[in-house]
């Protein structure tokens, strides 16, 4: 089994910087993609960036491309999640997912098996 558990969420002012993270547990080594998802109050749960373990590409949606990256580090099983220039249109519960298969379209969420807790942004304008 595998358990994630994220990290480093807060409020901050407009063009502030928060750095998520997401430590997982378990049964790790074999998690292909993973990747950070949002959901604000009323909408529905969007992907945000997602990183293939294994040649370290990376996917971002369009909203936050240039802005939030995406990186992990193997040796701690630790996944993380640089955000610039928040917006509050960033404000939402993060979360943190994993999947050990390749995913076609990784930044959908139906295609990930594990999941945080979430953690909460908040960007005040």
């Known amino acids: 089994q595998v358990q994630l558990v994220e990290s480093g969420g807060g409020s901050v002012q407009a063009g502030g910087s928060l750095r998520l993270s997401c430590a997982a547990f378990?049964?790790?080594?074999?998690?292909?993609?993973m990747g950070w998802f949002r959901q604000a109050p009323g909408k529905e749960r969007e992907g945000v960036a997602s990183?293939?373990?294994?040649?370290?590409?990376?996917y971002y949606a369009d909203s936050v491309t240039g802005r939030f990256t995406i990186s992990r580090d193997n040796a701690k099983n630790t996944l993380y999640l640089q955000m610039n220039s928040l917006k509050p249109e960033d404000t939402a519960l993060y979360y943190c997912?994993?999947?050990?298969?390749?995913?076609?379209?990784?930044?959908?969420?139906?295609?990930?098996?594990?999941w945080g807790q979430g953690t909460q942004v908040t960007v005040s304008s």
């Open positions: 990183i293939d373990t294994v040649d370290s590409r990376t």
């Open positions: 378990g049964y790790t080594y074999s998690m292909y993609s």
């Open positions: 997912a994993a999947d050990p298969r390749f995913l076609m379209a990784p930044l959908r969420s139906a295609g990930y098996r594990y």
